[in-house]
């Protein structure tokens, strides 16, 4: 199986979303060749949306006003 690497969109595409008012905290997948996203309260929900409109395609994934989508607090125990 081949695994495919995902585009950054271009600096003005994600700018354009950071901006999106009333939207921090919510997951924004997007196609980066045409840069159309799609919102979700959930990384599932707006990937449902976006492989709806683009089957097969590879999408970069944000969360409006961070920097990451998921972040891991902790480690793992030596027992």
Known sequence: MKILEAKRPSKEVLA??????????????????TG?????????????????????KVFYSIRIGYNFVHEHKGGLRRL
């Open 16 to 33: 354009r979303i950071h901006t999106l008012k009333g939207k921090k905290g919510i997951i924004a997948v997007i196609e980066p060749e």
């Open 36 to 56: 159309d996203y799609f919102l979700g309260k959930t990384l599932t929900e707006a990937l449902k949306k976006a492989k709806r409109d683009y089957p097969g």
